[in-house]
């Protein structure tokens, strides 16, 4: 039963590659209200249409006082959202109550003054009574405290502030929550009653601040990672206030939100239905695919059904030096912030396989390629951006083309989980059999869930390999571990040596997959660091129709070492290189074929068996 749920679990992953941005499959984050009506009593969201077609906020400018008041009052929604006892049952429709305290706080001429007007802002709530019980900060198995010191802090609220909400935190009931609750059996957030706001006309300052300080409280209240973000989070949020309030259009606004939600430096957060408004906009792309080595974007492959005339001269191997005369380096710098990632490895794989997008028609690209005696080259190629469909484009993959699964030699079996099945793991095994070392290809993102499907055909005895984290809804910011994850051995049994390959297309299941296959005796890892983003995914709106998430659960090794921006460290460093890309060389598949063979196998034979196969048919 614990194995279903977690293959349940790891399953709920999506958006896992650039591939994938119009297929997001949120339907988890459907506002409640939008749920046929039973027999029940309406909601205050259901209730309350005061500011239905518009918050009634228009700014042009805020001066300083206006943000630093800005701040207090998006972190004292925030703490009220999830804490006050009559916001946490359900009573008010807290956007909407949002919009009501703004012009005062907006109107404050100095710090008393915004406090006072959010001490009378929480009056007006009625009184929060002694709870019965009250809920307590479990210490036994606790990863992450809530960050709450500054509630405490007078010099900044103000003595009555302080002590209201205070008085707030120590009266919390235990377990409610209305915006929120926890998906049953795995543990990762579930965002209730969070609204769309779909036809909301833009720009409304109101709702952007709503936007922002829905996205900032789910981080900082519900994140297992928040304490990897990295940036300051409070600045972060002081920082955004003046972006997102006075971005003047609806796609300036979206643009804004892909640059906040990237602060939180989670790859699986993103505003994964705008992502048409990142730059480079456009719809076209030039066909071919473009992979970042030594940190050059290199052409690492053409699309199958490109037309050499739309290709200019452009080749594998050619690294590009300009777009429509703009210096790469220049252009790559003013993208860098609209793409989320967890770490650089995966951002600039994003940012390769976007980077050629704009105008349909002809665009100069400037390259540097090898030339005579391998002296570099320098050319200007006029290309052209086009349409591709789903089957002509290039693959974010990079995996071996061909079939799932095959026999490199007698003595090397070869899977790639990109159109792995699940239900054929004893026959991969079966068909290993006898072999010294089995390759497991996660350059990619798995097909089907094979975490305890193959894994569980891999290892010898009983072998733990993750530990979760999961939030507790009654001290919102806190994370408790939960038991490790473990396999059990199952047959028919895999002997030979077990060797992953990985890199930064390794993203969520696939480094999930990664480190159960990793307890497997003797595997080693092979490649490079992984985009270091797992856990659940736990998806919300943000207002105007921006569909969000975040890692829901924090995803550990047993023993407590992070993933979560680190990725799989590989055990033997395996990359590729301009050279081998030029000659069609897989040089990570070549060093696994080296761990298994040893040295007494020549180059030759192992570049041989590490060329696609596109004749042996599909297995």
């Not at 090794?557 to 069609?584: F, H, S």
Request: net charge negative.
């Amino acid at each position: 039963m614990e194995r279903f749920l977690i293959a349940l679990a790891c399953t709920a992953l999506a958006i896992h590659s650039p591939a994938q941005e119009a297929k997001p499959g949120m339907s988890a984050d459907k506002p409640a209200l939008e749920a046929p009506k039973m027999d029940r009593a309406e909601t205050a969201i259901e209730r309350d249409h005061q500011f239905d077609a518009s918050s009634g906020i228009n700014l042009t400018i805020l001066s300083t006082i206006q943000i630093e008041n800005l701040v207090t009052l998006g972190k004292v929604w925030g703490f009220l959202k999830y804490h006050h006892s009559r916001v946490t049952s359900g009573e008010y429709h807290w956007d909407y109550e949002l919009f009501r305290v703004l012009p005062a706080i907006l109107a404050a001429h100095d710090h008393a003054s915004a406090n006072g007007a959010l001490e009378d802002w929480i009056a007006k709530l009625g009184a929060v009574d002694p709870c019965k019980p009250c809920a307590k900060l479990d210490e036994s198995d606790l990863q992450l405290r809530p960050d709450l010191d500054w509630i405490g802090n007078a010099a900044l609220l103000g003595a009555d502030l302080s002590q209201s909400l205070r008085w707030i935190r120590d009266n919390r009931a235990p377990g409610r929550q209305f915006y929120v609750s926890k998906v049953p059996q795995i543990g990762n957030p579930s965002f209730d009653h969070e609204l769309v706001y779909p036809d909301i006309k833009l720009p409304d300052a109101g709702y952007q601040l709503l936007g922002l300080y829905r996205f900032w409280n789910v981080v900082e209240y519900w994140s297992p990672d928040r304490d990897l973000v990295g940036d300051d989070w409070n600045g972060v949020l002081a920082e955004f206030i003046p972006r997102i309030a006075l971005a003047s259009s609806a796609d300036s606004y979206r643009r804004e939100a892909l640059a906040l939600v990237a602060k939180a430096h989670d790859g699986h957060a993103n505003v994964w239905n705008s992502l048409n408004a990142r730059p480079p906009v456009g719809e076209c792309r030039v066909p071919v695919n473009i992979r970042f080595l030594d940190n050059l974007p290199v052409v690492s492959g053409v699309f199958p059904t490109a037309d050499p005339k739309q290709l200019g001269g452009l080749t594998t191997g050619d690294f590009i030096t300009e777009i429509a005369d703009i210096p790469v380096a220049r252009l790559i710098k003013s993208w860098e912030p609209y793409y989320a990632a967890s770490n650089e490895a995966a951002r600039f794989s994003h940012i390769g396989y976007f980077m050629t997008r704009g105008d349909c028609g002809e665009v100069e690209i400037g390259v540097r390629r090898e030339g005579v005696d391998k002296k570099p080259v320098e050319l200007k190629l006029k290309v052209q951006r086009t349409t591709p469909s789903n089957s002509a484009a290039g693959t974010a993959a990079h995996d071996l083309p061909g079939p799932t699964f095959r026999l490199l030699s007698k003595d090397i079996a070869y899977l790639k989980l990109s159109s792995v099945k699940a239900g054929e793991g004893a026959h991969y095994v079966e068909q290993s059999a006898g072999t010294k070392g089995l390759i497991i290809d996660i350059r990619n993102y798995p097909s089907s869930f094979m975490v305890f499907a193959l894994g569980s055909l891999l290892v010898d005895r009983e072998a733990q390999f993750a530990r979760f984290t999961s939030s507790d809804l009654s001290n919102p910011g806190a994370f408790h571990w939960t038991v490790p994850q473990s396999l059990s051995p199952q047959q028919p049994h895999y002997f030979g040596k077990v060797v992953i390959l990985v890199d930064e297309t390794s993203m969520s299941q696939a480094e999930y997959t990664a480190m159960a296959f990793r307890s497997a005796p003797g595997a080693i890892v092979v490649g490079s660091t992984t985009a270091g983003t797992d856990g659940n995914v736990s998806p919300f709106p943000l207002p105007g129709d921006l569909r969000a998430m975040i890692s829901g659960l924090g995803v550990f090794y047993p023993d407590k070492t992070p993933t979560q921006r680190i990725g799989i460290v590989p055990n033997v460093v395996a990359r590729p290189t301009i050279a081998g890309i030029r000659a069609g060389r897989d040089e990570v598949l070549e060093e696994a074929l080296r761990q298994i063979l040893g040295s007494g196998t020549s180059t030759a034979e192992i570049e041989k068996m590490a060329q696609p196969a596109d004749a042996v048919p599909q297995q």
